[in-house]
């Protein structure tokens, strides 16, 4: 115990306070888990902002399922709370968070919860304390809502792929 305390106080001592391995996966395992935690709210505000786009059209959204990973959760538009989540509905994945990307697909409801075309895939790219909505453009690059391209580290890539 007095070993480690000592190494310890001498990187940081000599500038080398990196914190040791197991230490950074606990902090990589607790950001994801706060990034995950955010995404669902972030998710139904954008859902919220489409469906008071639709309230003039015949049939308007009134309930969004959103899956992540293998789960899928209800929400209710009007009344803005969760009303249920299907535990495994999806043998594969049909969207998935890794750490700050994540994508969600996101299936409008009328008020009958029968679909309302297209059924979504959202990528979504958690920036400057917050989860930002991103679209590809017509040769398959991420760009912002400004238009201007993302740069995505290759483990987004590879978190992007593997969604069907």
Known sequence: MFRRVGILLCTAALGLADPPPAHRVALKARDQNRYARQLLPAITELVDRI???????????????????????????????????????????????????AVVRVELMDDAMKTLPPVMAWYMIYRDERWHKMAQDDEGRFIWENWSPVELPPYARRCFDHVE
């Not at 399922?65 to 929400?75: G, N, P, W």
Request: hydrophobic share 35%.
């Open 51 to 101: 469906a008071k786009g639709g309230l003039l059209e015949r049939r308007p959204p009134a309930f969004a399922a959103l899956s992540m990973d293998r789960d899928e959760y209800i929400y209710h538009l009007s009344d803005k709370v969760f009303i249920r989540r299907i535990k495994d509905r999806y043998e594969i994945p049909t969207g998935r968070t890794c750490g700050d990307m």
